[in-house]
């Protein structure tokens, strides 16, 4: 069983990104950046399948320009067979990046493709649906949870209020949840070895021939902050302010 | 113009969302259908065509439709999609699972968890987890849009007499099978709907401390209880009361947040809370800056006594 794993670099998640001055983009000059946490779920779980030997080749391709080697390096060391860079010099939108990964889906044939459920930049969370879609295959979203029988993947999705399980066929396309797995932690000796592994490119447009889109950004903002507070000294002040001050009856 | 809500329903009740997404809607002054699919919506769409913003309700049954699978949705609505200048969901769980599929069919954009509408079809929405918003423009032949309805004044519930129609329903695309759930019940309010929200860091310290601290305030002021990824991830709530980026945005009344440090990703799941209270020891902690009242305090001595007073 072969599986591809998509992988995005994003910014790390603890920082806070601004607007460039002129509010043309988000500024993230000289911010710490690294692969995607549910995409870090997504290629762990991977993994595991090829430790239960379950999988036997597992191929990690990103999109972007040649600042993306880092994370499929990050890849490679996990345990990645293979890494792929697709070469685009406009960053995509979500369409674009699906229609793309649905030509290198066509050239590989992975019985299995893996993402996250998210990516930390855009926040929009469609890739692998939309991947599933232009393929007509299965998909699971939101993924806690992947067990293979017979052929057949079994998967616990998180949705409102608790838990499902669905059954399909592969090829699938299934997006993990941070719930799937804990990500292991990758070792000095890997990374130096995964910077001598070759990285296999491929131009964006050999893949899809139309990966623009209709949005247009026009304008990044800073989001309306909330007042500013106050500090209460004591519990009974706490509830007196809510009560008098905003008109809550505890 | 015509504009198409997806409904999310549970077969005899429309989601809150709903009313919101209606709202939503209006800001395109055309006119609005309801869809609502599902095994059995007969019900359901009979109250729904009480709503008088809208001008029908687009009914679909079928067995196969009792689990909404994705790629049977997705279908749906690519059906009807034609018909639709505009398209819009609440952004729950339940639309981000097949809209993107149907956004990716149709060829066009999907733009989630929409805050402002403008005209011309232009949007606000937050990306990096709500530290910015994006402001953008779509050009595309259908507006395929999910809805941060937080931000959205419920529709009126009634004096409408919307037209119900039935329309065929496509036969199962059998991709996938669903085999079982598991919704954790609760006599407490949903997290989404509750006035009050109380949620609890991993300074709890326990799953035994997460209920024993909380719980009696939580009760005595008819709250729901939410949680913070640590707390989850350490196994002192269950998953579904997470709130934040990748759990549930919540905008209640009052949001009490105990012992949590104020991370992007949980301020994200709670910053349109009209009044947020927090209670840390830590008197530089990030949460504070999202407070409209800050108690510096031991939360283990600062809860009960909350709960003292509230009593007396
Ligand atoms: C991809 C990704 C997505 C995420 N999504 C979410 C999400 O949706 N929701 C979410 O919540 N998090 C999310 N997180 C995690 C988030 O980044 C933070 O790690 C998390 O919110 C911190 O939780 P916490 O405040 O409980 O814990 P901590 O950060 O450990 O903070 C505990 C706080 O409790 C205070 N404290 C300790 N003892 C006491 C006491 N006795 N009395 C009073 N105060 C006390 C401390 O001062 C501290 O401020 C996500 C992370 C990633 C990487």
Not at chain 2, 15 to 29: D, M, P
Not at chain 2, 101 to 114: E, G, K, P, Q, Y
């Amino acid at each position: 069983m072969k599986i591809l794993v998509a992988i995005k670099r994003v910014q790390d998640y603890n920082v806070k990104v601004r607007p460039k001055s002129d509010g043309s983009d988000v500024d993230i000059d000289g911010i710490k950046m690294g692969i995607n946490p549910f995409d870090e779920n997504a290629l762990e779980e991977a993994l595991r399948l090829r430790e239960q030997e379950l999988a036997t080749e597992i191929t990690v391709v990103s999109i972007g320009d040649s600042k993306n080697e880092d994370v499929l390096r990050h890849g490679l060391a996990m345990g990645a067979n293979r890494a792929i860079l697709i070469e685009s010099e406009e960053s995509l939108q979500p369409l674009g990046v699906a229609k793309v990964l649905k030509g290198l889906v066509e050239k590989e044939k992975p019985d299995l493709i893996l993402l996250g459920k998210l990516a930390l930049d855009s926040d929009a969370g469609q890739t692998g649906q939309m991947l599933a879609g232009l393929l007509n295959y299965p998909q699971g979203t939101f993924v806690s949870k992947i067990e293979i029988d017979n052929n057949k993947l079994i998967v616990t999705r998180e949705i409102d209020g608790g838990t499902n399980i669905l059954e399909m066929d592969m090829p699938a396309v299934l997006t993990a949840d941070l719930r799937l797995n804990e990500p292991r932690f990758v070792k000095l000796p890997n990374l130096m070895m995964a910077r001598k592994k070759t990285i296999e490119k491929i131009k964006a447009s050999a893949l899809a021939s139309d990966t623009s889109t209709k949005l247009e950004l026009l304008e990044v903002l800073v989001p309306p902050s909330r007042k500013a507070g106050i500090k209460v000294s004591s519990v009974k002040e706490l509830l007196e302010k809510l009560k008098d001050n905003e008109g809550i009856q505890l | 113009m015509k504009i198409l809500v997806i409904a999310e329903h549970n077969e005899s009740e429309l989601n809150e969302s709903v009313f919101k997404v209606i709202s939503a809607a209006k800001s395109w002054n055309g006119e609005v259908d309801l869809l609502v699919m599902g095994k059995n919506t007969v019900h359901v769409a009979q109250k729904a065509s009480k709503i008088k913003d809208i001008k029908s309700v687009i009914r679909l049954d079928g067995i196969h439709l009792e689990h909404l699978l994705a790629e049977d949705a997705a279908k749906i609505v690519e059906m009807l999609s034609n018909n639709y200048q505009v398209i819009l969901a609440a952004h729950s769980w339940f639309s981000r699972n097949f809209l993107p599929r149907v956004a990716a069919v149709l060829n066009v954009s999907l733009i989630t968890d929409v805050l402002k509408i403008e005209n011309n079809n232009v949007y606000t929405r937050p990306i990096y987890a709500g530290n910015v918003h994006a402001k953008i423009q779509s050009k595309d032949p259908i507006q395929l849009l999910t809805i941060h309805t937080s931000l959205f004044e419920a529709c009126a519930r009634d004096g409408g007499n919307a037209e119900i129609i039935k329309k065929d329903t496509p036969p199962a695309m059998n991709l996938t099978s669903w085999k079982s759930e598991k919704i954790n019940k609760s006599d407490r309010p949903a997290l989404i709907d509750a006035k009050i929200v109380i949620s609890g860091g991993r300074s709890l310290g326990s799953e035994e401390n997460f209920d024993k601290v909380l719980s009696p305030l939580v009760d005595e002021l008819g709250a729901a209880l939410g949680a913070t990824r640590a707390a989850v991830d350490a196994g002192y709530a269950p998953n579904e009361i997470q709130v934040g980026q990748t759990g549930v945005v919540v905008s209640p009344e009052l949001y009490m947040a105990v012992g949590v440090s104020g991370a992007n990703q949980h301020i994200y799941g709670m910053k349109d809370s009209r009044v947020v209270v927090a209670i840390n020891n830590d008197p530089d902690a990030t949460i504070f800056q999202f407070a409209d009242y800050g108690l510096v305090a031991d939360l283990f001595d600062a809860i009960p006594e909350i709960n003292k007073l509230i009593k007396e």
